[in-house]
């Protein structure tokens, strides 16, 4: 804990960014994992956790008469304005917690210290729930056409690719191996989905090496055995998913892409999505807007255009939608790549084959989802998510533009998914705590040089422990739908502010559909269980079951007893307050509500690191290091 | 005038339907004098369309050979085509659409003709009366009273005959007053808060003009419903150089030296054409499907939408907030307050009241304020979203407000026991209708045109049981609390119900609508069910007591 050097201060302020309300003032503590706010001035304990590796930034402003203003950025869009009285004390909270969040050797990861107190079986159980073999055996591989080989065992093909991997039955290992040297890092196509209805497959690979008029053999084979294996359709699509321009550049650093005169029968299609520097930059742009403070309409409709980033989210699901379509209405399978086909190349697959197949709209589904085309397949996760101190031009918000455009398809197709969108906020919270191991390293081979499977534990256990409150109450079930299609129009997408405003409450609907629906479910259980001990109590059942219900008819669904948050706001807009106690008045209120809303929060969506917390703050203490407190 | 005048060709065969999200289908097209009949020669006959002509916004015609089509776009959003062969046809049909489509006279409106096939249970037209309303308030408070010094519609044209008023304010007092206010909208009683007995009042603008004229009865008249030491604030719907530029024409606002006790706050809202081009830009930018994000978003900001919903509901939340929240009483107007000061006043009910989020307390608030309180439908909804005509008076109004509710429902999606269908409806009829509800611009011209006597009412329908259960929104749990919206651009949406409404299928959505309704009522039986297993088991329990004493 040699990073902390001011464990506990007092008299902080922590300012609300979105109303003129009196700051919160308390104590600041920095853990080993977390920083600590307990708000002294509520009339009941408020406490605000951040995990250190969900700090983006911290910034020290510029002195002001209330103190030193520290300003914090998370990864999961939080956003804390603290004001610290002591310049001293900010300095040193500033420089332990520049160090906290970027942790220089992947040791220092939370997962690596993280006891969530479960037995050694338990943690291997956990990690074996998900297996990626079970999922192409559902697809029906191996078959006729394509087989699981281990030809990667030694990574000796591809070091980023995972040991095994799906390709065609008729690529030779010679083939395999040609090829994989005629992709940029050596990544082969290979098998993502395989739609079973007409043997079309999706397939991925990374940027052919070329250049202006380099051609492999062994390349163009492997191209036509995936077009064989599909003998339904007498072309192949490739699809490039970068802008030609991006694609043009790169031919003259030897890479580039297919000549459609090289290969028999494909159709080589550009699709332009942005490189990774673009939706950093984007992502950046949207959330100055959604910090803005008080902005008009039209400040925040032009700057959610400017930002570009509805119509990044588009680009990636018109190409998902692209290769849904080709290999369902056209019977044609795709192979898809962009540079190094770990980015948009993951986005665009993994939203294609949950647009084809039900079972990736179920929670474990979705998990496998994430475990085959992110995880699996070399997505950098440790890079593109900055967990340790590192290129900031590596950054970028690819897995976030995933998830968004997973919820834009539950915004359209409401009953279409077994999970809610608490879900994937969970998930992504947790790519980026590095609380779990799956998310930690770049690729399989590093994550098994970490031993992230034996140190750590594994997301997915944790998920399904809390489906309760994870899933989706208008979930149809896996056979109501199949192929979704969605629309992609531009009105069709809309802001997520349950995503990037997540922490600004005042923003929320102030009663939530969602949970009034869930406590109505747990209260149909203890109903179904009321009625049948009451059946059994009685002998037997003389007359009708009350289906008419001609008496007490007013009994309601007495389910959503969660109390409405609900203030006023500043409605007076730029002009100088007339109301002149209006903002003391909403105070007392105000406090009770944010207590309300922190509670809330803290018995929803956040307890898992809570108690994960407590449980690291309690096992220090165990061990004798009460350096801080 | 005759309709068979207007009508060259009542039919023509082989006409070619399109509309959104069918396929087209080929039929026979009729005109009568109030509608558009299509029928295909489906055995089912399922292929129907009645189109009310007053629903008709505007139509275009154009000619391939002989080939004509007919691109009829309505005040409902929806824009349908007909393809009709034949050239002669064509024209005619276009000529008598275009005709029947737009009728000066009100009494030749489809309402006039209706005769309904529904049994009336409550009439409508008398079940939301003033005095009714006075009753309810008379119990709480003695300090206000009706007065019937507009019965023959005198003193103010665009009130009702009857409106609540100081009782310390007598009739010749109000008739002065009257004098003092644009089109003699004198101050009336909008709304009385329960809960610490502040009051909301509404009336136009005072007649001050350049020279400040004051009027002692006007200022007795406000200051009078302020006790000693209570704070009021008025709140003007213009920006403060509007309101001052309102002084040339003979308008202004009252000075605040002369209602010392009050506190004026200029909130702008706009109004009349900026508010129809609004709506304009708004739906040419949903029905072209060609944009791409950028444009989408551009144009979405450019209508400037967004922005008036915004503006409106700050508007309404703030009066509401005056009230609740710093003990005062309010009174709202702007230039003749008959729309956005009508906008405000029932936005604030909404915030404050939970009877206003009740369907009837809904309709009553929406016959109080905006039908009695002489908003001009008539002249405000004579043409919508496709109008070519431009005219002054046509603007959105209703829609905005009825809009600003939606973004509350959208919010407290579970303390509106109506549901966006409701809203919806309300929308179309007040647009084009069967009903005579929202035909005239204040009751002064409906006792004229006798639409109580010779026309149905919305709410002889919509309060049928088997109506209103399409209206009631499963998730409604009634509660008494005020509600404050956010209105933060991020949590103000595009109301799709509306402006979406034929662009994009809503298939999946009314499937989510559906599964919510049934998780809802399931939840309800099995809860009937598990109360009657109780009383059979006390029951039973008691009676085996009863055996076990003997």
């Known amino acids: 804990m040699e990073h902390i050097t001011t464990p506990k201060v007092e008299n902080v302020k922590l300012l609300d960014r979105y109303t003129n309300r009196k700051a919160a003032s308390g104590t600041l503590y920095l853990t080993a994992t977390h920083l ?21 930034t911290v910034e020290k402003l510029p002195l002001t008469t209330a103190g030193c203003p520290l300003l914090i950025h998370c990864k999961n869009f939080h956003v804390a304005h603290f004001v610290i009285g002591q310049e001293r004390d900010c300095h040193e909270v500033y420089t332990s917690l520049l160090k906290l969040s970027q942790p220089v050797k992947p ?19 956990g990690w074996k729930l998900i297996d990626l073999k079970v999922d192409y055996q559902r697809m029906g591989i191996p078959n006729d056409y394509w087989e699981i080989t281990d030809l990667n065992k030694d990574y000796e093909v591809c070091n980023t690719y ?13 083939t395999v191996i040609g090829s994989s040297r005629f992709r940029s890092r050596g990544r082969i196509p290979v098998l993502s989905y395989l739609y079973k209805e007409n043997n079309a497959a999706i397939c991925r690979c990374s940027q052919p090496l070329s250049g202006f008029s380099a051609r492999c053999l062994e390349d163009e084979q492997m191209l036509q055995a995936i077009r064989e294996a599909n003998p339904g359709s007498p072309f192949m699509y490739v699809v490039d998913t970068r802008p030609k321009l991006n694609a043009m550049a790169n031919r003259a650093a030897g890479k580039g892409y297919e000549n459609e005169d090289n ?49 990044h989210i588009k680009a990636v699901m018109d190409a998902s939608v692209f290769l849904a379509k080709a290999v369902k209405d056209e019977k044609a399978s795709v192979l898809v790549h962009c540079s190094d086909g770990w980015d948009r190349t993951a986005q665009v697959c993994s939203l294609a084959s949950l647009l084809l197949d039900p079972f990736y709209r179920a929670f474990k589904g979705f998990m496998v989802l994430i475990e085959k085309e992110w995880i699996a397949m070399g997505h950098k996760f440790s890079h593109r998510c900055g967990h340790l101190d590192g290129d900031p031009k590596e950054v970028s918000p690819v897995f976030t533009q995933f998830i968004e455009c997973v919820w834009q398809l539950m915004q359209q197709f409401p009953c279409t998914f077994e999970f809610n969108e608490h879900f994937l906020l969970e998930i992504h919270d947790h790519v980026y705590s590095c609380q779990f191991g799956n998310f930690l390293g770049t690729c399989h081979k590093e994550r098994e040089d970490l031993k992230i499977f034996e140190k750590t534990h594994s997301l997915w256990p944790f998920l399904l422990q809390k489906k309760q409150e994870l899933r989706n109450p208008l979930y149809r079930g896996f056979t109501a739908y199949k192929e979704l299609q969605p629309n992609t129009l531009p009105f069709s997408f809309q802001f997520w502010c349950g995503m990037y405003n997540r922490f600004d409450k005042g923003m929320h609907p102030k009663q939530c559909v969602l949970d009034h629906l869930l406590s109505c479910m747990n209260q149909k259980i203890k109903l179904e269980d009321n009625a049948s001990e009451l059946e059994n109590k009685l002998p037997f059942l003389d007359g009708p079951l009350p289906n008419e219900a001609c008496f007490l008819s007013k009994v309601g669904c007495a389910a959503s007893k969660t109390p409405m948050l609900n203030t006023p706001q500043d409605y007076e807009g730029e002009a100088p307050p007339v109301l002149t106690n209006g903002i003391s008045v909403g105070d007392i209120n105000v406090t009770s509500d944010v207590d309300q809303r922190n509670k809330e929060n803290l018995a929803n969506h956040r307890d898992l690191h809570l108690n994960d917390s407590v449980d690291v703050l309690n096992s220090e203490a165990k061990d004798g290091k009460p350096q801080h407190h | 005038m005759e309709f068979a005048e207007l009508i060259k060709t009542p039919r023509a065969d082989n006409v070619v339907l399109h509309r959104p999200f069918e396929p087209a289908v080929e039929g026979t097209l009729c005109l009568t004098g109030h509608h558009l009949i299509f029928s295909s020669r489906r055995q089912d006959n399922a292929e129907e369309l009645w189109l009310l002509h007053s629903n008709i916004d505007s139509i275009e015609k154009r000619f ?59 009439d409508g037209w008398s079940a939301f009366l003033p005095e009714k309303e006075f009753e309810f308030l008379n119990a709480l408070t003695d300090e ?56 909301m009042m509404r009336t136009s603008q005072p007649l001050t003009g350049t020279n400040g004229k004051r009027c002692k009865d006007d200022e007795k008249l406000i200051n009078s419903t302020l006790g000693p030491g209570r704070r009021g604030y008025i709140i003007d719907t213009r920006s403060l150089s509007a309101a001052q530029q309102a002084r040339a024409k003979g308008g202004g606002f009252g000075v605040e030296v002369y209602y010392p006790q009050w506190r004026r706050i200029h909130k702008s809202v706009e109004r009349f054409n900026i508010l129809q081009e609004s709506l304009i830009k708004l739906v040419e930018a949903c029905n072209d499907q060609s944009h791409n994000m950028d444009r989408w978003l551009s144009k ?22 005056c009230i609740d929240r710093e003990d005062a009483s309010v009174l709202v107007h702007g230039t003749e307050g008959t729309d956005s000061t009508l906008q405000i006043t029932s936005l604030a009910q909404i915030i404050l009241d939970p009877d206003c989020r009740t369907i009837r307390g809904f309709e009553s608030l929406i016959v109080r304020e905006w039908l009695q309180a002489g908003h001009p439908f008539q002249q405000r909804c004579a043409q919508s979203a496709y109008s070519n005509s431009k005219q002054k008076w046509e603007a959105p109004v209703f829609l905005l407000f009825l809009d600003c509710v939606w973004q509350m429902l959208h919010q407290f999606p579970c303390s509106f026991e109506f549901n966006e269908h409701f809203l919806v409806t309300l929308f179309e009829h007040a647009y084009a209708s069967q009903f005579g509800t929202f035909l005239g611009n204040n009751e002064n011209e409906r006792s004229k045109l006798k639409l109580p006597q010779k026309t149905m009412s919305l709410w002889s329908w919509v309060n049928q049981p088997e109506e209103l259960k399409n209206f009631k929104n499963p998730l409604f749990e009634a509660n008494s609390l005020v509600i404050w919206p956010s209105v933060a651009p991020q949590s103000l949406q595009l109301w799709e119900g509306v402006f979406l409404r034929w662009n994009r299928p809503s298939k999946f959505l009314d499937e989510a609508q559906e599964e919510m309704r049934k998780i809802i009522s399931d939840n309800r039986v099995l809860q009937e069910k598990v109360n009657y297993l109780r009383r059979k088991v006390a029951h039973m329990e008691t009676n085996d007591e009863m055996q076990e004493d003997l």
């Not at chain 2, 009829?72 to 929806?78: A, Q, S, V």
């Not at chain 2, 024209?91 to 529904?118: G, H, K, Q």
């Open chain 2, 64 to 122: 391939v050979g002989s080939l004509g089509t007919i691109v009829i776009k309505c005040k409902d959003l929806r824009i349908i085509q007909l393809d009709i062969p034949g050239m002669e046809e064509c024209l005619n049909i276009a000529s008598s659409i275009e005709a029947l489509s737009t009728l000066d006279s009100v009494t030749l409106m489809y309402p006039f003709f209706y005769r309904p096939m529904f049994e009336i249970v409550e």
């Open chain 1, 36 to 56: 600590i706010y307990v708000d002294a001035s509520a009339e009941v304990r408020k406490e605000t956790w951040i995990l250190h590796h969900h700090i983006a």
């Open chain 1, 263 to 311: 290969y028999d029968n494909i159709r080589f299609k550009f699709i332009g999505i942005e490189n990774i520097h673009v939706m950093r930059s984007s992502l950046q742009k949207l959330l100055e807007v959604c910090e803005t403070k008080s902005p008009s309409m039209s400040d925040f409709l032009t700057g959610l255009e400017n930002s570009g980033w509805l119509r």
């Open chain 2, 144 to 199: 206000w009273r009706l007065t019937y010094i507009n019965k023959d519609f005198s003193i103010c044209p665009s009130y009702p005959p009857v409106v609540t008023v100081p009782k310390s304010i007598d009739d010749e007092t109000l008739q002065k007053v009257a004098v003092f206010r644009h089109g003699g909208r004198f101050p009336v009683l909008s709304y009385y808060h329960k809960k610490n007995g502040m009051v």
């Open chain 1, 162 to 174: 995972p040991p095994e991997i799906v390709v065609p039955r008729a690529a030779s290992k010679a």
């Open chain 1, 107 to 125: 040791e220092e990861l939370y997962a690596f210290s993280y006891n969530p107190k479960m037995s050694k079986d338990n943690r291997e159980i």
């Open chain 2, 300 to 321: 979405l900001e450019a209508s400037n939408w967004l922005t008036h919903v915004k503006e409106i509901l700050t508007a309404g939340c703030l009066a509401a907030q």
